[in-house]
């Protein structure tokens, strides 16, 4: 057979993102923040210097990690940034698994795990959660190369406790456990404090949802320094400079405001149960979620997928995806009450 | 043996980026543009609607990609940005070079390559530049999984010519040709052209260089539409939004303003011939820059290091690598006139 490059390439599967319509839409696919960032933000590139993007941003990124230490009063060494928490988490896959064993994660998590496993050649298997959508610790007492757990889990919505995850933990102190809390700021409990107790721990947080910054694409990560000198070795050794100077400035300025992050996240909070309620209803069965969606699947009469595209004809964007267990669910961002009122009268029409 | 996490962890020799002093200092060390970027960007940052952040960025990048291919011709779909060109690389060496035979490089050339091969663990050989530092097409012409070049060449500033480049690209049909064109804008001449000729072909470029934008984190590739494929679905399976919102407002802007590109790139590569010849003057031997620094080998009397620390203690930085065949060199980035000339000062006192 005659040789070519082709034969080099890496093949992947890639994950498929939410779509991103041009037109104005009520989007409630991507799990967006309804509300704009802080008024620290728009501060923040009000008196931004032009000139000084001539220069490299920090390498270290201390701009930002010397706030989120504030801010969650841990050490600056037991921080870690990245260009959002997929960066990070990317990173994570590449520097705490890179053994044989299969690193295991839920059957039903972020889709991003298993396209990173992939795209790394990392061994993984998945371990079904069960059929209230829960994980069972148990299950992650065997040997393995590595946690991974979304709490509360994605696109479930569902919240695991604090002493679960501890016992999962606990439980794995020769693999690295990675606790993705994405969503933790909507009414979760973080297994934050936990680093230093736990030396194979890792957090994973973003500020694409709580603080609604994904324009700006910063994630961060806590754990012990050990790991997270590990971390930056391997950034070092990707990328040396990844946050730009803008990314530096406004999480740092959307970290110092406490006051409007409780306001927002407290809105969505309350939006979300009023639309569990509603949702309730109308026949959807769901578990509760502790996130800024819910992922509920319509009563008999019209598929998920039926109701997910019924929607898209109205101009309202939901998330729905074709995969074993979960494809009767549609995954909806909750936006302000105004979009979920829309969104209301749509499925009162659609389901009737 | 115990078993533990330790041994499930990628470990690596990291890249040493320069220096970032916090105070001010004359900083001729990381090749960043002694200039401003252009009003254009300014005013990008200033009509930016901090509100839009809420959102994901642009998942195909479309802003910068769209402007990319107007200001040199190319299709959108040959065109692909990433988080600087260190990104853009690093995807390229992760989707490219996925074989089990050698990628070459040579010897002397942008540190970061043989960190990203170690990373990957993808197998790697040098191949020594002559005794003028220049690259010998003959020696790319041998089996290999995919070859990459640095045109011009860094840290030595030395450009390989076109009919070269070609030649290289040539003799490869069955490997992936990666040129770093991350000086080309400095008097180089660029192979983008034969993209449409060579299948096997990346031409990758930065901002942060000749468009004054280090601080943003902007890089590119060109290539056949088959390859920037391939880099996008790699690139989807480790971050699907990279370049946040500002950078794709910002990178579209700067590449807009053709005139101020040709003004500070005119005015480096004046300041560089006329540093060139000072140096020439005080002793030091080099070859020709077609770059925004030189590499020069101060006369004999003080070593480079000695130089470099002395240079330091005045508050001027400058790169040295303390790295066979090169160690007698020092990287001095092209600043305004003002700067070179307090160099030159203090290289007269030190080399006195």
């Known amino acids: 057979m005659k040789m070519s490059f082709e034969d080099n390439i890496r093949r992947v599967v890639p994950y498929t993102p939410g779509e991103q319509p041009d037109r104005k839409v009520i989007k409630l696919n991507t799990n967006e923040c309804p509300y704009p960032p802080s008024k620290e933000v728009s501060g923040a590139i009000r ?16 701009t930002l990690i010397r706030e989120l230490g504030n801010y969650y009063g841990v050490d600056e060494d037991k921080i870690f940034a990245g260009v959002g928490s997929d960066d990070v988490l ?66 479930t919505g569902v919240l695991l406790e604090p002493d679960k995850i501890e016992e999962i933990i606990a439980a794995n102190p020769d693999s690295v456990v990675i606790v993705d809390e994405a969503y ?34 910063i994630g961060y990560a806590f754990g012990d320094r050990k790991l997270i000198k590990y971390l930056n070795d391997v950034k070092y050794s990707v990328n040396s400079y990844t946050l730009n100077t803008p990314a530096l400035l406004t999480g740092a300025a959307a970290i110092r405001d406490r006051e409007y992050f409780e306001e927002i996240t407290g809105k ?45 004809k109205r101009d309202i964007f939901v998330r729905h995806f074709n995969k074993a267990r979960i494809s009767g669910y549609l995954r909806i961002t909750i936006g302000t009450d105004e979009e979920m009122d829309a969104l209301f009268d749509a499925l009162e029409e659609i389901i009737k």
Chains 1, 2 share one sequence.
Request: net charge positive.
């Open 184 to 217: 933790i700021d909507f009414g979760g409990k973080t297994a934050l404090p936990l680093i230093d107790r736990y030396d194979n721990l890792i957090v994973v947080r973003t500020m694409s949802k709580s603080r609604a910054l994904a324009g700006m694409r």
């Open 47 to 62: 008196d931004m210097d032009a000139g000084s993007l001539r220069l490299y941003p920090e390498v270290a990124c201390q």
């Open 90 to 155: 990317s990173m994570c896959f590449l520097t705490f698994f890179a053994g044989n064993k299969a690193v295991i994660f839920p059957d039903i998590t972020y889709s991003f795990y298993d396209v990173w496993a992939e795209v790394y050649r990392i061994p993984y298997e998945t371990i079904p959660l069960d059929y209230e959508f829960k994980i069972r610790p148990g299950d992650y007492k065997r040997e393995n190369g590595g946690v991974v757990i979304a709490n509360p889990n994605a696109p």
């Open 268 to 312: 969505i909070i309350k939006t979300r149960e009023k639309t569990q309620k509603r949702l309730k209803e109308m026949g959807f069965s769901f578990f509760g979620s502790s996130t800024n969606f819910v992922f509920a699947s319509p009563p008999s009469g019209k598929t998920a997928k039926e109701v997910f595209e019924e929607l898209k």
